[in-house]
């Protein structure tokens, strides 16, 4: 069974061997706002909010997505373990 916190496990790891981080964010009042911020090597920042396979973001969580991406921000919701993997692929190029 695939568990978010595996995923967020799993994930901060790899941002990490690629020599970046992957902060848990939280911001005391501001519900919703996405679980981590990934910073990687050459300046990119990412804002990614986790969920199991199949699981989508409550009304809140896009909100703050929506608010984020009106900012100029990168913004990734990633459901799964393939999804996780696909974007690690596409942000190591």
Do not use: H, Y
């Amino acid at each position: 069974m695939e568990r978010e916190r595996d995923i967020e496990r799993w994930l901060r790891r790899k941002v990490e061997s690629m020599g970046g981080v992957a902060m848990k964010f939280t911001s005391p009042g501001n519900d919703g706002v996405p679980d981590r911020i990934a910073i990687l090597p050459g300046g990119q920042v990412w804002f990614i909010e986790l969920k199991v396979s199949g699981e989508e973001p409550n009304a809140i969580q896009c909100w703050q997505i929506e608010r984020l991406q009106k900012l100029g921000c990168s913004v990734v919701v990633i459901a799964g373990m393939e999804q996780a993997r696909s974007w690690i692929r596409e942000v190591s190029r």
